[in-house]
């Protein structure tokens, strides 16, 4: 299992550093978010015996809905007494690698999770919590081509009651609270 997520973390890298970039509106390979609202959907109807979904929260303009789940043995338990593991696939709206690496793994568990005794071990001894992504609304401006250099939120920072693309926004990931 171990040399297997090392294999895989060195492939991810490997693409990171020397694939090509993408191309802008995204290449149909990619999810678009409604896309990736249907599958999340479809998970929950198909797999409802290892999958949870839910809406943790909404982003701060257009109320985009932020969906999360989880996936694990008894997915709707609120059990803290397994350990919990974490996947963010994407914060700055241009990394649209991070969300597809995220819904790839998950479908892989959940393809495999019936005949993969690793597999089971992993979701017997861990709840595992997926956020595509944590940025709605700059994945929507980057997946439709408005803008794909755009790394944040649609927050009108220069105030003048409009969405300037290039010039407003707030970086999520710099904007974590201290400690």
Request: aromatic share 14%; net charge positive.
């Amino acid at each position: 299992m171990k040399k297997k997520v090392m294999v895989f973390f060195f492939v991810v890298q490997v693409l990171l550093m020397y694939g090509s970039y993408n191309k802008y509106p995204l290449d149909s390979q990619y999810h678009t978010p409604k896309e990736v609202g249907d599958l999340l959907k479809k998970w929950a109807i198909d797999y409802k015996e290892v999958f949870y979904l839910e809406t943790i929260g909404y982003s701060s303009n257009d109320k985009l809905p932020i969906k999360a789940f989880k996936i694990g043995f008894n997915p709707t338990s609120t059990q803290w007494s397994k350990p919990s593991i974490l996947i963010i696939g994407q914060i700055h709206s241009e990394e649209v690698i991070g969300q597809e690496i995220c819904l790839g793994f998950a479908q892989d568990l959940l393809l495999n999770y019936k005949t993969n005794k690793k597999i089971q071990i992993l979701l017997n001894s861990y709840n595992i919590w997926f956020i595509p992504t944590i940025n709605p609304e700059g994945n929507s401006i980057v997946s439709n081509g408005k803008f794909f250099f755009h790394r944040k939120n649609k927050t009108d920072t220069n105030n003048n009651k409009r969405f300037d693309p290039g010039i407003d926004g707030v970086d999520l990931n710099r904007n974590f609270p201290f400690n």
